[in-house]
């Protein structure tokens, strides 16, 4: 007999049995607890009809018999209300359960964290590795398009949609800073805001040094001086690709590109990676201090000077302290 023909007979001799005598045992069968003797993760594809949906739950154990389950999605409607998707059953699940949780559409929620700081590149590297995502992402968005966040996401999701989530994200996040931004600040756009803020998340993994780091900038930009950021350097030579994989070099900073801030002055003409809302706040509320210089202390933040002599004192504990380690960072400041 083929499926169409057994599930009508299923269909039929349930539809008796709770019109006769034996109704309480197609009720035992719909409500009592399934064979699945351990939570399980079944992907119901897209376009899957009902066969297709009994056979696949059948065959991962969620339920006993799929003739059983397909009579009692018809005989309840729920049949026309399946959704496709990721889910996690747990054990014991009845048939009723089951039912009710693809109606509802009750899927496995995924999460992914984009890190502050990432380039665009990077973040698109990190959705092709989420192998169940579909979709193909052409080229990386415009640099600071994105805002490092943790997205929520759904098996079979879209990656451009998703990207395109995270896009809005961005632009609402940073028309709100904008709007709430300190007055006489030195740009005059939210992008160039956007620009001194990825300097900033890349000058500093610190939260509460970020507002200092930028009152550095802030004051450079001001009076004039070269902002002298490692970090655009790094951007310029990777062409945000990612990381440099070596020590930044002085014979670097001689790098002629409209990134490199040892020889522009200003800001370059775009962000250098995607910073996150506190970098945003840090930018649009800097803190107001005479400091021009910074330098790594060793600890994993920064040292502070008014003056060149005092940074020049700073740079050299930091160089001691590299030698008595053994090892050759990078720095992560301007001289």
Request: hydrophobic fraction near 40%; proline fraction near 7%.
């Amino acid at each position: 007999m083929g499926w169409g023909l057994r599930l009508f007979a299923g269909t039929l001799a349930l539809a008796a049995a709770a019109a006769g005598g034996v109704g309480v045992w197609g009720v035992q069968r719909y409500t009592s607890p399934g064979p699945l003797e351990q939570a399980e993760t079944v992907v119901i594809p897209r376009g899957s009809g009902l066969e297709a949906i009994a056979i696949t739950l059948g065959d991962s154990g969620v339920i006993g018999s799929p003739l059983v389950f397909a009579a009692a999605a018809k005989l309840t409607g729920t049949f026309r209300e399946l959704k496709a998707g990721e889910y996690q059953f747990p054990a014991g699940i009845s048939i009723e359960g089951v039912l009710e949780q693809m109606r509802q559409g009750r899927t496995v929620v995924r999460r992914i964290t984009v890190p502050e700081g990432l380039t665009s590149a990077q973040v698109v590297a990190l959705l092709e590795r989420e192998t169940v995502l579909t979709g193909e992402i052409a080229k990386p968005p415009k640099e600071g398009s994105i805002l490092p966040e943790t997205y929520h996401f759904a098996y079979g999701d879209s990656r451009p949609a998703l990207l395109e989530r995270m896009q809005t994200a961005m632009t609402q996040a940073l028309a709100e800073a904008w709007r709430n931004r300190e007055p006489n600040l030195p740009y005059e756009t939210p992008q160039q805001a956007l620009t001194l803020a990825s300097i900033v998340e890349k000058e500093t993994g610190v939260a509460a040094e970020r507002p200092r780091v930028a009152g550095v900038f802030v004051n450079r930009l001001e009076s004039g001086m070269k902002l002298q950021s490692d970090p655009t350097v790094i951007y310029a030579l990777t062409h945000g690709s990612g990381d440099l994989g070596r020590t930044l070099t002085r014979n670097d900073w001689k790098l002629e590109s409209p990134y490199n801030t040892y020889q522009i002055t200003g800001l370059p003409p775009g962000p250098i990676a995607n910073p996150g809302k506190a970098s945003l706040q840090a930018v649009m509320k800097p803190e107001r201090h005479e400091f021009l210089y910074f330098v790594a202390d060793g600890t994993g933040g920064h040292v502070f000077a008014k003056s060149l002599p005092d940074h020049n004192r700073n740079v050299a504990k930091w160089r001691e302290f590299q030698q008595n380690r053994q090892s050759e960072p990078g720095e992560t400041s301007s001289e």
